[in-house]
Protein backbone atom coordinates (compact mmCIF):
# COMPACT_ATOMS: atom_id res chain seq x y z
CA UNK A 1 0.00 0.00 0.00
CA UNK A 2 1.64 3.42 -1.21
CA UNK A 3 1.16 6.33 1.59
CA UNK A 4 1.08 9.49 0.89
CA UNK A 5 3.76 12.06 1.95
CA UNK A 6 2.90 14.92 4.71
CA UNK A 7 2.48 17.34 1.48
CA UNK A 8 0.42 14.84 -0.88
CA UNK A 9 -2.24 14.24 2.64
CA UNK A 10 -2.02 18.32 2.42
CA UNK A 11 -2.92 18.77 -0.93
CA UNK A 12 -5.44 15.81 -0.70
CA UNK A 13 -7.22 16.92 2.25
CA UNK A 14 -7.53 20.92 0.20
CA UNK A 15 -8.87 19.36 -2.93
CA UNK A 16 -12.55 18.95 -3.02
CA UNK A 17 -13.94 15.56 -4.01
CA UNK A 18 -16.47 16.69 -6.46
CA UNK A 19 -15.34 20.92 -7.12
CA UNK A 20 -17.93 20.87 -10.18
CA UNK A 21 -20.76 20.05 -8.20
CA UNK A 22 -19.70 22.37 -5.31
CA UNK A 23 -19.82 25.26 -7.93
CA UNK A 24 -22.85 24.22 -9.08
CA UNK A 25 -24.11 24.03 -5.18
CA UNK A 26 -22.72 28.12 -4.38
CA UNK A 27 -25.15 28.70 -7.81
CA UNK A 28 -28.09 27.45 -6.25
CA UNK A 29 -27.66 28.30 -2.88
CA UNK A 30 -26.83 31.72 -3.87
CA UNK A 31 -29.88 32.37 -6.06
CA UNK A 32 -32.48 30.42 -4.08
CA UNK A 33 -31.43 32.13 -0.74
CA UNK A 34 -31.27 35.73 -2.55
CA UNK A 35 -34.92 35.41 -3.34
CA UNK A 36 -35.60 34.07 0.43
CA UNK A 37 -33.63 36.59 2.20
CA UNK A 38 -35.54 39.55 -0.07
CA UNK A 39 -38.69 38.48 0.76
CA UNK A 40 -37.50 38.49 4.80
CA UNK A 41 -37.01 41.58 4.51
CA UNK A 42 -40.29 42.40 2.08
CA UNK A 43 -43.16 40.91 4.26
CA UNK A 44 -42.26 42.92 7.58
CA UNK A 45 -41.81 46.14 5.89
CA UNK A 46 -45.20 45.68 4.14
CA UNK A 47 -46.99 44.94 7.40
CA UNK A 48 -45.02 47.80 9.05
CA UNK A 49 -46.96 50.30 6.58
CA UNK A 50 -50.13 48.39 6.43
CA UNK A 51 -50.63 49.06 10.11
CA UNK A 52 -48.52 51.48 12.97
CA UNK A 53 -47.90 48.73 15.74
CA UNK A 54 -45.79 45.81 16.33
CA UNK A 55 -48.34 43.67 17.15
CA UNK A 56 -48.70 41.94 13.34
CA UNK A 57 -45.00 41.88 12.56
CA UNK A 58 -44.73 39.70 15.99
CA UNK A 59 -47.85 37.43 15.48
CA UNK A 60 -46.45 36.37 12.27
CA UNK A 61 -42.83 35.36 13.80
CA UNK A 62 -43.56 34.08 16.63
CA UNK A 63 -46.16 31.45 14.67
CA UNK A 64 -43.01 31.02 12.58
CA UNK A 65 -40.77 30.56 15.04
CA UNK A 66 -42.91 28.14 17.22
CA UNK A 67 -42.90 26.12 13.80
CA UNK A 68 -39.39 25.63 13.66
CA UNK A 69 -39.76 24.78 17.36
CA UNK A 70 -41.64 21.76 16.97
CA UNK A 71 -40.94 21.02 13.00
CA UNK A 72 -37.03 20.95 13.48
CA UNK A 73 -36.02 17.64 14.88
CA UNK A 74 -38.55 15.81 12.51
CA UNK A 75 -37.53 17.86 9.42
CA UNK A 76 -34.10 16.55 10.07
CA UNK A 77 -35.26 12.88 10.50
CA UNK A 78 -37.50 13.06 7.22
CA UNK A 79 -34.67 14.52 5.12
CA UNK A 80 -32.73 11.96 6.15
CA UNK A 81 -34.84 8.79 5.34
CA UNK A 82 -36.48 10.37 1.68
CA UNK A 83 -33.98 10.62 -1.19
CA UNK A 84 -32.51 13.79 -1.47
CA UNK A 85 -33.17 15.05 -4.99
CA UNK A 86 -36.78 14.25 -4.56
CA UNK A 87 -37.83 15.88 -1.14
CA UNK A 88 -35.59 18.51 -1.68
CA UNK A 89 -37.67 19.53 -4.67
CA UNK A 90 -40.77 18.92 -2.75
CA UNK A 91 -39.36 21.24 -0.52
CA UNK A 92 -38.70 24.06 -2.99
CA UNK A 93 -42.23 23.56 -4.52
CA UNK A 94 -44.13 24.16 -1.04
CA UNK A 95 -41.67 27.16 -0.15
CA UNK A 96 -41.91 28.73 -3.52
CA UNK A 97 -45.68 28.83 -3.44
CA UNK A 98 -46.33 29.40 -0.04
CA UNK A 99 -44.03 32.86 -0.51
CA UNK A 100 -46.11 33.69 -3.63
CA UNK A 101 -49.56 32.78 -1.36
CA UNK A 102 -48.00 35.59 1.23
CA UNK A 103 -46.93 38.07 -1.77
CA UNK A 104 -51.09 38.20 -2.47
CA UNK A 105 -52.24 38.18 0.66
CA UNK A 106 -50.14 41.33 1.74
CA UNK A 107 -51.18 42.90 -1.92
CA UNK A 108 -54.40 41.91 -1.14
CA UNK A 109 -54.18 43.91 1.96
CA UNK A 110 -52.64 46.69 0.76
CA UNK A 111 -55.13 47.21 -1.88
CA UNK A 112 -58.37 46.51 0.51
CA UNK A 113 -58.17 46.90 4.26
CA UNK A 114 -58.42 50.19 5.95
CA UNK A 115 -56.87 50.94 9.18
CA UNK A 116 -58.35 49.02 11.97
CA UNK A 117 -57.18 48.20 15.21
CA UNK A 118 -54.28 45.88 15.27
CA UNK A 119 -56.36 43.40 17.07
CA UNK A 120 -59.09 43.35 14.48
CA UNK A 121 -56.40 43.08 11.61
CA UNK A 122 -54.53 39.90 13.38
CA UNK A 123 -58.24 37.94 13.75
CA UNK A 124 -59.22 39.03 9.76
CA UNK A 125 -59.06 35.27 7.13
CA UNK A 126 -56.14 36.83 5.35
CA UNK A 127 -54.18 37.41 7.82
CA UNK A 128 -54.59 33.99 9.64
CA UNK A 129 -53.86 32.94 5.71
CA UNK A 130 -50.55 34.49 6.70
CA UNK A 131 -49.76 33.46 9.29
CA UNK A 132 -49.99 30.00 7.90
CA UNK A 133 -48.25 30.26 4.84
CA UNK A 134 -45.22 32.25 7.14
CA UNK A 135 -45.42 28.86 8.72
CA UNK A 136 -44.91 26.76 5.99
CA UNK A 137 -42.36 29.34 4.23
CA UNK A 138 -39.85 28.78 7.21
CA UNK A 139 -40.05 24.69 7.62
CA UNK A 140 -40.13 24.65 4.07
CA UNK A 141 -36.76 26.66 3.80
CA UNK A 142 -35.58 25.07 6.68
CA UNK A 143 -35.50 21.75 5.38
CA UNK A 144 -33.17 23.06 2.33
CA UNK A 145 -30.91 24.38 4.83
CA UNK A 146 -30.11 21.57 6.18
CA UNK A 147 -29.75 19.93 3.54
CA UNK A 148 -27.29 22.26 1.62
CA UNK A 149 -25.17 23.01 4.72
CA UNK A 150 -25.27 19.67 6.23
CA UNK A 151 -25.79 17.14 3.87
CA UNK A 152 -25.12 18.17 0.57
CA UNK A 153 -21.80 20.08 1.24
CA UNK A 154 -20.01 17.23 3.16
CA UNK A 155 -20.74 14.91 0.10
CA UNK A 156 -19.13 17.24 -2.39
CA UNK A 157 -16.55 18.16 -0.72
CA UNK A 158 -15.59 15.01 0.57
CA UNK A 159 -16.27 13.30 3.99
CA UNK A 160 -12.19 12.96 4.59
CA UNK A 161 -11.42 16.34 3.26
CA UNK A 162 -11.42 18.65 6.13
CA UNK A 163 -10.00 21.78 4.83
CA UNK A 164 -11.44 21.35 1.22
CA UNK A 165 -15.18 21.28 3.78
CA UNK A 166 -14.17 24.02 6.28
CA UNK A 167 -13.13 26.41 2.63
CA UNK A 168 -16.91 24.91 1.47
CA UNK A 169 -18.68 26.29 4.74
CA UNK A 170 -16.90 29.47 4.62
CA UNK A 171 -18.36 29.96 1.01
CA UNK A 172 -21.75 28.91 1.55
CA UNK A 173 -21.25 31.38 4.97
CA UNK A 174 -20.60 34.23 2.84
CA UNK A 175 -23.34 33.60 0.00
CA UNK A 176 -25.34 33.69 2.99
CA UNK A 177 -24.23 37.09 4.35
CA UNK A 178 -24.16 38.38 0.69
CA UNK A 179 -27.87 37.77 0.09
CA UNK A 180 -29.21 39.38 3.39
CA UNK A 181 -27.34 42.14 2.25
CA UNK A 182 -28.22 42.35 -1.33
CA UNK A 183 -32.03 41.60 -0.03
CA UNK A 184 -32.51 43.67 2.19
CA UNK A 185 -31.05 46.50 0.29
CA UNK A 186 -32.74 45.99 -3.30
CA UNK A 187 -36.19 46.01 -1.35
CA UNK A 188 -35.41 49.20 0.13
CA UNK A 189 -34.67 50.69 -2.78
CA UNK A 190 -37.69 49.32 -4.54
CA UNK A 191 -39.78 50.69 -1.60
CA UNK A 192 -38.13 54.43 -1.61
CA UNK A 193 -39.22 54.73 -5.11
CA UNK A 194 -42.30 52.80 -6.03
CA UNK A 195 -45.64 51.61 -4.34
CA UNK A 196 -45.56 48.61 -1.95
CA UNK A 197 -47.65 46.98 -4.23
CA UNK A 198 -45.19 47.45 -6.73
CA UNK A 199 -42.45 45.99 -4.90
CA UNK A 200 -44.41 42.83 -4.09
CA UNK A 201 -45.09 42.29 -7.16
CA UNK A 202 -41.23 42.36 -8.61
CA UNK A 203 -40.78 40.29 -5.40
CA UNK A 204 -43.51 37.86 -6.65
CA UNK A 205 -41.75 37.73 -10.07
CA UNK A 206 -38.37 36.79 -8.64
CA UNK A 207 -39.97 33.68 -6.82
CA UNK A 208 -41.58 32.69 -9.74
CA UNK A 209 -38.12 32.52 -12.00
CA UNK A 210 -36.17 31.48 -9.07
CA UNK A 211 -38.31 27.57 -9.26
CA UNK A 212 -37.66 26.54 -12.44
CA UNK A 213 -33.79 27.53 -12.27
CA UNK A 214 -33.61 25.94 -8.57
CA UNK A 215 -34.94 22.70 -10.27
CA UNK A 216 -32.10 23.29 -12.92
CA UNK A 217 -29.63 23.56 -10.57
CA UNK A 218 -30.17 21.03 -8.56
CA UNK A 219 -29.84 18.25 -11.02
CA UNK A 220 -26.55 19.99 -12.23
CA UNK A 221 -25.38 19.32 -9.03
CA UNK A 222 -26.18 15.87 -8.69
CA UNK A 223 -24.91 14.79 -12.63
CA UNK A 224 -21.81 17.10 -12.65
CA UNK A 225 -20.79 15.20 -9.06
CA UNK A 226 -21.26 11.82 -10.51
CA UNK A 227 -24.69 11.20 -8.89
CA UNK A 228 -23.11 11.29 -5.52
CA UNK A 229 -26.51 12.47 -3.88
CA UNK A 230 -27.83 9.43 -5.02
CA UNK A 231 -26.02 7.66 -2.27
CA UNK A 232 -27.95 6.70 0.31
CA UNK A 233 -28.02 7.97 4.01
CA UNK A 234 -29.86 5.09 5.59
CA UNK A 235 -30.96 1.56 5.04
CA UNK A 236 -33.76 1.90 3.52
CA UNK A 237 -36.96 1.29 5.59
CA UNK A 238 -40.46 1.68 3.89
CA UNK A 239 -42.44 1.26 6.99
CA UNK A 240 -40.01 3.99 8.57
CA UNK A 241 -40.95 6.55 5.65
CA UNK A 242 -44.45 5.71 5.56
CA UNK A 243 -44.66 6.07 9.01
CA UNK A 244 -42.52 9.70 9.50
CA UNK A 245 -45.57 10.53 6.59
CA UNK A 246 -48.76 9.54 7.85
CA UNK A 247 -50.59 12.96 9.31
CA UNK A 248 -52.14 11.02 12.18
CA UNK A 249 -48.75 10.81 13.90
CA UNK A 250 -47.05 13.65 12.79
CA UNK A 251 -47.41 15.17 16.73
CA UNK A 252 -46.10 12.31 18.51
CA UNK A 253 -43.76 11.77 15.82
CA UNK A 254 -42.48 15.63 16.43
CA UNK A 255 -42.38 14.87 20.30
CA UNK A 256 -40.30 12.12 20.21
CA UNK A 257 -38.34 13.44 17.82
CA UNK A 258 -37.85 16.36 20.17
CA UNK A 259 -37.40 14.35 23.29
CA UNK A 260 -34.50 11.99 21.83
CA UNK A 261 -32.77 15.37 20.92
CA UNK A 262 -33.21 16.40 24.05
CA UNK A 263 -31.57 14.12 25.79
CA UNK A 264 -28.66 13.88 23.87
CA UNK A 265 -28.10 17.41 23.87
CA UNK A 266 -28.31 17.90 27.18
CA UNK A 267 -25.16 15.63 27.76
CA UNK A 268 -23.08 17.05 25.58
CA UNK A 269 -19.47 18.35 27.14
CA UNK A 270 -19.95 21.74 24.82
CA UNK A 271 -23.44 22.19 25.81
CA UNK A 272 -22.36 25.89 27.74
CA UNK A 273 -21.20 26.77 24.08
CA UNK A 274 -24.43 25.87 22.44
CA UNK A 275 -26.21 27.05 25.30
CA UNK A 276 -24.59 30.58 24.35
CA UNK A 277 -25.87 30.34 20.89
CA UNK A 278 -29.43 29.91 22.54
CA UNK A 279 -29.26 33.02 24.60
CA UNK A 280 -28.02 34.85 21.65
CA UNK A 281 -31.28 33.85 19.85
CA UNK A 282 -33.23 36.00 22.86
CA UNK A 283 -31.69 39.04 20.88
CA UNK A 284 -34.54 39.85 18.58
CA UNK A 285 -34.59 44.04 19.06
CA UNK A 286 -31.19 45.09 18.92
CA UNK A 287 -30.31 42.90 15.66
CA UNK A 288 -31.45 43.13 12.18
CA UNK A 289 -35.13 41.69 11.56
CA UNK A 290 -38.53 42.02 11.80
CA UNK A 291 -38.52 43.74 15.14
CA UNK A 292 -36.08 46.26 13.86
CA UNK A 293 -37.52 47.14 10.57
CA UNK A 294 -40.72 47.86 11.87
CA UNK A 295 -39.42 50.09 14.60
CA UNK A 296 -37.56 52.27 12.61
CA UNK A 297 -40.50 52.44 9.66
CA UNK A 298 -42.61 53.33 12.53
CA UNK A 299 -40.42 55.97 13.74
CA UNK A 300 -40.63 57.40 9.97
CA UNK A 301 -36.88 56.49 9.05
CA UNK A 302 -36.52 56.04 5.39
CA UNK A 303 -37.15 52.66 3.84
CA UNK A 304 -33.54 53.51 1.81
CA UNK A 305 -31.97 53.80 4.88
CA UNK A 306 -33.78 51.09 6.41
CA UNK A 307 -32.68 48.72 3.54
CA UNK A 308 -28.89 50.47 3.89
CA UNK A 309 -28.60 49.46 7.70
CA UNK A 310 -29.85 45.94 7.38
CA UNK A 311 -27.25 45.56 4.35
CA UNK A 312 -24.31 47.07 6.48
CA UNK A 313 -25.24 44.73 9.48
CA UNK A 314 -24.55 42.06 6.31
CA UNK A 315 -21.39 43.37 5.65
CA UNK A 316 -20.11 43.19 8.79
CA UNK A 317 -21.31 39.79 9.66
CA UNK A 318 -18.86 39.06 6.35
CA UNK A 319 -16.34 40.60 7.19
CA UNK A 320 -16.40 38.67 10.57
CA UNK A 321 -15.95 35.41 8.62
CA UNK A 322 -12.20 36.70 7.78
CA UNK A 323 -11.53 38.24 11.29
CA UNK A 324 -12.49 35.08 13.68
CA UNK A 325 -10.04 33.09 10.94
CA UNK A 326 -7.24 35.60 12.21
CA UNK A 327 -8.27 35.64 15.67
CA UNK A 328 -8.17 32.02 16.14
CA UNK A 329 -5.41 31.76 15.07
CA UNK A 330 -3.66 34.53 17.01
CA UNK A 331 -5.19 33.52 20.67
CA UNK A 332 -7.01 30.21 19.92
CA UNK A 333 -10.42 29.19 19.37
CA UNK A 334 -12.01 29.45 22.81
CA UNK A 335 -10.43 32.79 23.86
CA UNK A 336 -11.74 33.81 19.99
CA UNK A 337 -15.24 32.91 20.98
CA UNK A 338 -15.24 34.56 24.66
CA UNK A 339 -13.87 37.88 22.32
CA UNK A 340 -16.66 37.91 20.08
CA UNK A 341 -19.08 37.86 22.50
CA UNK A 342 -18.03 40.33 24.95
CA UNK A 343 -17.34 42.53 21.97
CA UNK A 344 -21.64 41.92 21.19
CA UNK A 345 -22.45 42.54 24.31
CA UNK A 346 -20.16 45.63 24.56
CA UNK A 347 -21.70 47.53 21.46
CA UNK A 348 -25.25 46.53 22.20
CA UNK A 349 -25.07 48.22 25.47
CA UNK A 350 -23.96 51.51 23.95
CA UNK A 351 -26.79 50.99 21.75
CA UNK A 352 -29.45 50.58 24.54
CA UNK A 353 -27.76 53.71 26.18
CA UNK A 354 -28.40 55.48 23.05
CA UNK A 355 -32.20 54.74 22.74
CA UNK A 356 -32.98 55.56 25.82
CA UNK A 357 -31.13 58.92 26.18
CA UNK A 358 -33.27 60.21 23.73
CA UNK A 359 -35.56 59.73 20.44
CA UNK A 360 -33.74 58.19 17.51
CA UNK A 361 -35.25 60.19 15.26
CA UNK A 362 -32.65 62.64 15.01
CA UNK A 363 -29.50 61.89 13.15
CA UNK A 364 -27.03 62.16 15.49
CA UNK A 365 -28.42 59.45 18.17
CA UNK A 366 -30.22 57.29 14.97
CA UNK A 367 -26.62 56.73 13.04
CA UNK A 368 -24.78 55.86 16.91
CA UNK A 369 -27.56 53.41 17.65
CA UNK A 370 -27.33 51.91 14.33
CA UNK A 371 -23.67 51.82 14.22
CA UNK A 372 -23.79 50.40 17.40
CA UNK A 373 -25.72 47.44 16.38
CA UNK A 374 -24.17 47.05 12.65
CA UNK A 375 -20.69 46.82 14.76
CA UNK A 376 -22.02 44.52 17.20
CA UNK A 377 -22.79 41.88 14.44
CA UNK A 378 -19.04 41.91 14.13
CA UNK A 379 -18.93 39.83 17.37
CA UNK A 380 -22.34 37.71 16.83
CA UNK A 381 -20.60 36.76 13.61
CA UNK A 382 -17.48 35.68 15.12
CA UNK A 383 -19.40 33.96 17.70
CA UNK A 384 -21.37 32.43 15.63
CA UNK A 385 -18.49 30.65 13.20
CA UNK A 386 -16.16 29.98 15.80
CA UNK A 387 -19.06 28.52 18.17
CA UNK A 388 -19.34 25.86 15.53
CA UNK A 389 -16.37 24.88 15.30
CA UNK A 390 -16.53 24.10 18.99
CA UNK A 391 -19.53 22.57 18.94
CA UNK A 392 -18.35 20.17 15.72
CA UNK A 393 -15.08 19.54 17.73
CA UNK A 394 -17.33 18.52 20.86
CA UNK A 395 -20.24 16.59 19.18
CA UNK A 396 -19.98 12.88 17.62
CA UNK A 397 -19.92 12.74 13.60
CA UNK A 398 -22.67 10.37 14.58
CA UNK A 399 -24.69 12.77 16.24
CA UNK A 400 -24.19 15.97 14.61
CA UNK A 401 -27.28 16.54 12.53
CA UNK A 402 -29.74 15.26 15.61
CA UNK A 403 -27.77 17.76 17.89
CA UNK A 404 -27.99 20.50 15.33
CA UNK A 405 -31.14 20.28 14.69
CA UNK A 406 -31.85 20.14 18.33
CA UNK A 407 -29.70 23.25 18.64
CA UNK A 408 -31.91 25.43 16.33
CA UNK A 409 -34.93 23.92 17.67
CA UNK A 410 -34.09 25.51 20.95
CA UNK A 411 -33.02 28.70 19.58
CA UNK A 412 -36.43 28.97 18.31
CA UNK A 413 -37.80 28.35 20.99
CA UNK A 414 -35.68 31.33 22.40
CA UNK A 415 -36.82 33.48 19.90
CA UNK A 416 -40.45 32.61 20.70
CA UNK A 417 -40.08 33.84 24.33
CA UNK A 418 -38.81 37.08 23.00
CA UNK A 419 -41.73 37.58 20.55
CA UNK A 420 -44.18 36.37 22.71
CA UNK A 421 -42.92 39.78 24.52
CA UNK A 422 -43.33 41.51 21.43
CA UNK A 423 -47.23 40.60 21.30
CA UNK A 424 -47.92 41.40 24.94
CA UNK A 425 -46.01 44.34 24.75
CA UNK A 426 -46.79 45.29 20.89
CA UNK A 427 -46.84 49.20 21.34
CA UNK A 428 -43.40 50.86 19.78
CA UNK A 429 -43.10 53.36 23.20
CA UNK A 430 -42.48 49.51 24.74
CA UNK A 431 -39.25 48.60 22.46
CA UNK A 432 -37.37 49.68 25.09
CA UNK A 433 -38.15 46.50 27.48
CA UNK A 434 -37.45 44.29 24.38
CA UNK A 435 -34.36 46.44 24.21
CA UNK A 436 -33.12 45.69 27.51
CA UNK A 437 -33.98 41.78 27.75
CA UNK A 438 -32.23 41.33 24.32
CA UNK A 439 -28.82 43.19 25.62
CA UNK A 440 -29.42 40.69 29.29
CA UNK A 441 -29.79 37.65 26.94
CA UNK A 442 -26.01 38.76 24.96
CA UNK A 443 -24.17 39.78 28.55
CA UNK A 444 -25.55 36.62 29.98
CA UNK A 445 -24.19 34.26 27.03
CA UNK A 446 -21.03 35.70 27.47
CA UNK A 447 -20.71 34.95 31.17
CA UNK A 448 -21.75 31.73 30.67
CA UNK A 449 -19.29 30.70 28.28
CA UNK A 450 -16.43 32.31 30.40
CA UNK A 451 -17.56 30.74 33.51
CA UNK A 452 -17.23 27.25 31.22
CA UNK A 453 -13.68 28.48 30.45
CA UNK A 454 -12.58 29.21 33.78
CA UNK A 455 -13.71 25.77 35.33
CA UNK A 456 -13.14 23.32 32.68
CA UNK A 457 -13.86 19.33 33.40
CA UNK A 458 -10.81 16.74 32.22
CA UNK A 459 -13.04 15.78 28.90
CA UNK A 460 -13.35 19.29 28.18
CA UNK A 461 -9.38 19.67 28.27
CA UNK A 462 -9.47 16.43 26.46
CA UNK A 463 -11.38 18.14 23.74
CA UNK A 464 -9.15 20.95 23.23
CA UNK A 465 -5.58 19.92 24.52
CA UNK A 466 -4.38 22.08 21.54
CA UNK A 467 -5.94 25.09 22.40
CA UNK A 468 -3.79 28.05 23.65
CA UNK A 469 -5.68 28.86 26.86
CA UNK A 470 -5.36 25.14 28.49
CA UNK A 471 -1.65 24.84 27.20
CA UNK A 472 -0.97 27.76 28.90
CA UNK A 473 -2.36 26.74 31.88
CA UNK A 474 -0.93 23.37 31.81
CA UNK A 475 2.85 24.87 32.01
Known sequence: MQVLSEGEQHALASTPAHPAGLYALYA?????????????????????????????????????????FIGAPIVGKIMDHFPRIPISLLN???????????????????????????????????????????AIERLAGLALGVAM???WVVLLAGTNRPVALA????VLNRLDLLCETLGASVFGFLLSKYHPVTCLKIASGLMI??????????????SVSCHALDSSRTTSDESICTELLDVRKIVQNSLNAIRHGWNEYKQQTVLPAS??????????????????????????????????????????????????????????ILKAGAAGLIFQASLLSVALAVYWAGPISQQTPLLIFLASIALSRLGHMSYDVVGT????????????????????SIASLAELVMLAMAIIANDVSHFGFLAILSVSSVAGAAWMFCQWLSNPTEKQRELFMFDPLYQVQAM
Not at 30 to 51: C, D
Not at 114 to 129: D, G, Q
Request: contains cysteine; charged residues 5%; proline residues 4%.
Open 389 to 408: QIIQTGVPASKANLIGGMEV
Open 275 to 332: AATVFLNFNVALAPGAIMTALLMHRGISPSIVGAFSGLCSIMGLVATFISSSLVKRVG
Open 167 to 170: QANA
Open 92 to 134: LMWQVSTQLISAGLVIYALGNVNHASSTAMVLRPWFIALVAAG
Open 209 to 222: CSFPILIILGQLIN
Open 28 to 68: SYLFGNLVEQLWNFAWPAALAILHPSLLPVAIVGFFTKFSV
Open 149 to 151: ERD
